[in-house]
């Protein structure tokens, strides 16, 4: 799934992100990487996503949310 398809609330791994290296250095270094646990928080005006990761938000923007990719967390598995 696109993160920019998730839903509000929705908690994801990110999988993989098909970014220019430069911004995937920078996301990286904010702790948006392959493996890592995301919640999506809100839409922006213009098509972003916000998100919560590793104990910061982060605002992506429409293009960025809809390269990144993720999957949904077995929350159930975790139990």
Known sequence: MKLA???IGAQLC?????????????LGELGLRPGCVICVLKRTVFGG??????GQRLALD???AALVVT????LAAAA
């Open 14 to 26: 990110v999988e993989s992100a098909p970014l220019d290296a430069k911004t995937t250095l920078r």
């Open 71 to 74: 999957r949904p967390l077995n």
């Open 49 to 54: 996503t916000v998100v919560a990761c590793g």
């Open 62 to 64: 429409k293009a960025t």
């Open 5 to 7: 398809d998730a839903p």
